[in-house]
DNA sequence: TAGCTGTCCGAAAGGCGTTTCGAAAGTTTT
DNA sequence: AAAACTTTCGAAACGCCTTTCGGACAGCTA
């Protein structure tokens, strides 16, 4: 009597050797069919190839690590909640070797360092390939430790041990490349706001600020505005420099958040943007930059450079490259929109 | 002559037959030992796991799921590129079972069909126990097909198959939930304002609106404002709203987007929120949400909810629970800030 | 002491592929 | 037709763990 019931889920995966059953011929040589390898005539492989796919066969790769003593897996370890940072970089890593080589397990420790120890233990357990820790700020973080079984590179925030390897963007050069920008559409009476003074990239991109200023022969306006990364600073900060300063002509942010509120102060003193005043943000977050009025011209981290770049470090590594410690800095790249420059 | 090169990853990991070899007993007692399981002496299990730790062992996941069938870890596909939905579902699926019980792996195809492919395969191939699909709006998407081995569940977008499991966010509930809260703090001369009409989400938060309205004997001052999900629309429709009736007093906007330009238009015709006018947004972003001044009261979607479900019902499936088709709504929730009631 | 019950442990069979190495078959050379 | 290669294939070991099932031994009863 047939089987009338609803679709069961599989009610066994097909195996090697199910196909090779099927062709008629052994594992050995459904399995190298099946790989491409060269010692299978071409008819053989055809028959098998043929049979493989009749039955739906897909290898299993559990099988396959199991052996091979690749997951090509990666793991990747974040506290990022708004996922700003981390997305970015999961694809990058996505990307590093081609489209669906490799898989990336994330995982959200929420700065919980217990809930971290749980994720790196699945991970480990899951045999990952290396593992990817990403960071919430610039600011370094403490290491894994040098005891784990796989590579580990820390994105975004590097790590504290510099025996670790770090990847992480340059702010200073991200700092110097906003200023050189609004410099060069002609402003010179430029201002610095930005985030809390206790960040290094607030310090870093504050640091790339003046040397830009300084290279131009430009002197700051008033004092680097330290304060938070929220709109509302942006929006104060704003508001107390223009009324110091009425002739201010260029505002750095530190984000685009803090852009985004200096835009709307800029509004409520009947500032026009890019006429009057020059806006820069950093970050590139497009939900932010794009749908401001006018729209923010930004630095962008290439975080997912960051990200691509981390993924080759860890299979370098696994295939005993030789492991240098330290933070490899990427380099910002400009993204010209309204806030700088009118549209034609 | 000792090896004093430097670290190198893991000589080799060490393995259950080493604990047993360490420890004296079969690899057999060793597996009982290490899972707890009662067939084993207090005393030899002690010994065991003595010789687990001492040499730092930890059972390869690989091996345990190529003799269990259940990996414990499930596949996200999505094409949400900002990531504002799929995180919340994420950290959902990670807790349904507890931390670190479950692992994720997330794929971004990045709205493309050959790159889901791709992705699809690398799932399966690493025997993932389950799919959770996350499309990037509520409208409904083209289904995976019936015939994969692992349960699917599509989670934000539902499926357009009617036999696949579906979950997704009550739109008109929400609506509905967002008129009414306006309705409570007083305000009775009400728009709406939302994006783009070709959604299943515009349209079915339209549809709560005018419920909500009706049951409270009012009618909406003007239609129903279709344009796109942005800030810039935001503004323009609020514009176009209160040059038509300048005596409304409250906007329910489709998205938090379109709030943040309703803000911005409102303060540009020098209303004040949330005295002459309330405002709500929908998706509770946080960071539009609460950067804005004053900050915005919003729909959440509770997707961290409806993520958990969808894990417990991939396993559910897997164990063998009955699978009914359909789409199942997730009740929104209310998050009141300062756009609609006066913070004390 | 013989017989019985219960506790604890281990041999071995999976689970699914990959790889090595030797054997068989086919082809070419003298 | 015999010898010397090539080419093609398969048996078996291996990777690491779980689980079943039978055996050994201790302790108890009659």
Redesign the interface.
Known sequence: MADTS??V??SR?PTLNDVAQLAGVSMATASKAVNGRAEVAEKTRRRVLAAASEI?F??????Q??VTGR?K?VGLLTSD????F??PI??GA?DAFG??EI??????A?GDR??EN??L???????VDGIIVVGRSTDPRNSLG?QL???VVYAYAPSDDPRDQSLAPDNRAGGRLAVEHLISVGRRRIVHITGDPGYAAAQDRAEGFHEGMAAAGLTPVDEVMFGSW???WG?DATAVLLQRHPDIDGFVCGSD?IA?GAL?TL??FGRSVPEDVAVIGYDNW???AT???PELTSIDCTLQGLGRQAAKRIFE??DGAP?SGGTELFQPKLVIRGSTIASR
Do not use: F, W
């Not at 897909?58 to 099988?63: D, E, V, W």
């Not at 909640?81 to 700003?84: A, D, M, N, V, Y």
């Not at 898989?103 to 959200?108: A, H, P, R």
């Open positions: 609803p679709r889920h599989a995966a739906g897909t290898p299993n790769g559990l099988a690590s199991l997951t897996t909640l708004e996922g700003r981390v997305l999961l694809m996505e489209s669906g898989s990336v397990l994330l995982c959200d929420r217990i809930r749980y994720h233990k699945a991970l480990l357990n899951r045999r040098q079984p796989v590579p929220t709109e509302g929006r958040q985004r709307e509004r409520d497009e939900v932010l749908n401001s009025r590594a696994l492991v």
